[in-house]
């Protein structure tokens, strides 16, 4: 009998060593992944009283902040700490309790920055300040004072409204592409201020071409204002945006994946504005899945990216401009739908790249004149001379009609 209860005791305290080992488990998983706890934490700090009014009511509390969502630990509460800190504009933000290497804040700062595009009072760096070997503050760049903040608020809410409501009505796809066609359309890119910073000249004009207000208010931009602006726009309506850094045609770059149905897009709205004279903007860039995303883009955030997994609001397969195989029958066809909708030019993507080298071959030994064919038939246009131009990243042609 005393063994028998000595072996149910062991029993026991093993079960109980095991229950103890779950619980662990998932509490470290909770504190890691962050879930809801992000936000809550988030939300509870944004309503302070002592943040001014017109910053906590321009701050939108109910987007969804994937980079701050991706940390865990002790750099979500750096994240929540930098956040608060900024929206006061506190010039030193303590944080030496929390024993971050350098990487780590910086890491930090920039999935706030990439977060947040209406927080756009604040540089792209920060100093840092030690005590011994631990980073004791974060000192953020600000680049305007609190009463040019609020006027700038002012004019850029006036904007966003005027947009809201010219939007009432749409879907997300719909709200997604006027927003997209808004920014091409109003806006100039800032190769003056490009100039001038790749020759060590800071101004303020680089700042205001790099966020929202620079877009939206004085309409010129660079590739970071283009997309900042486009997150900003998108996240008031509701959509779910990214912005992110990364490389493109060789250069650094910024882009967007945008959510529409449950599924993620490639969006590259600056790529898409029109530089040369004719002023005509391009699709190339706009609702991409992954393979055709990475084909030009290459992403340096410092953590996983959503996959884009979406096909069906591609621009050119939703409005019937993709081209599927060579087939000149088809091509036809879309040379057609492209003059019947008042375009004076066609823009299709080809579904490959033996797609696309078959239409360059056919340029090449002049058989793609038969593609005009149905042109010819139904509206009586003659085409005898090829105006076109390829983007070939993305395996899109455009044939002036």
């Known amino acids: 009998m005393r063994k028998q209860k000595t072996n149910h005791v062991i029993i026991v305290l093993l079960s109980l060593a095991a229950c103890l080992l779950i619980a662990a488990f998932i509490i470290k998983h909770i504190e890691e992944k962050g879930g809801g706890v992000f936000k809550e934490s988030s939300s509870k700090k944004l309503r302070s009283a002592d943040i001014e009014p017109f910053i906590s009511e321009f701050i939108n509390q109910d987007a969804f902040r994937y980079a701050g969502s991706m940390l865990s630990g002790s750099e979500k509460s750096v994240y929540d700490k ?26 930090v700062y920039a999935c706030l920055r990439n977060d947040y595009p209406e ?14 070997k631990i980073i004791s503050e974060c000192l953020p760049t600000y680049l305007y004072d609190k009463d040019t903040i609020r006027t700038m608020i002012s004019d850029v809410t006036q904007v966003k409204n005027r947009i809201i409501t010219d939007t009432q009505g ?55 204002g283009y997309s900042k602006t486009y997150q900003y726009l998108a996240q008031s309506m509701g959509i779910d945006c990214l912005y992110i850094t990364g490389v493109s045609k060789n250069q650094g770059h910024a882009w967007n994946y945008v959510k529409l149905d449950g599924e993620w897009y490639g969006l590259d709205v600056t790529w898409c504005d029109p530089q040369g004279s004719k ?13 055709a995303m990475k084909a030009g883009h290459e992403s340096d955030v410092p953590y996983k990216l959503p996959e884009c997994k979406g096909e069906r609001y591609n621009y050119y397969t939703y409005n019937g401009f993709a081209l599927s195989s060579f087939s000149k029958p088809q091509l036809s066809d879309i040379i057609v739908k492209a003059y019947g909708e008042g375009y004076h030019f066609v823009e299709f993507r080809c579904g490959s790249r033996a797609v696309y080298e078959s239409f360059v071959k056919a340029v090449n030994d002049n058989t793609i004149f038969e593609c005009f064919d149905g042109l010819r038939r139904t509206y009586g246009v003659t ?10 990243d993305a395996l899109v042609v455009r044939i002036e009609l």
Do not use: P
Not at 280 to 287: D, E
């Open 82 to 107: 930098l956040l608060l800190g900024v929206l006061l504009q506190e010039k030193k933000i303590d944080i030496k309790e929390y024993k971050l290497k350098i990487e780590e804040l910086r890491n």
């Open 119 to 132: 927080i756009f009072w604040i540089g792209n760096d920060c100093e840092i300040y030690y005590s011994g």
């Open 170 to 224: 749409m879907n997300d796809y719909q709200r997604a592409m006027y927003i997209f066609e808004y920014i091409i359309d109003t806006t100039v890119y800032d190769s003056q201020a490009i100039s001038s910073h790749e020759k060590g000249v800071e101004d303020i004009s680089i700042e205001y071409a790099r966020n929202v207000y620079g877009t939206l208010i004085k309409k010129r931009a660079i590739c970071e």
């Open 279 to 291: 002023n005509i903007k391009s699709f190339a860039y706009c609702m991409l899945d992954e393979k």
């Open 383 to 392: 085409v005898d001379f090829l105006n076109y131009g390829l983007i070939e």
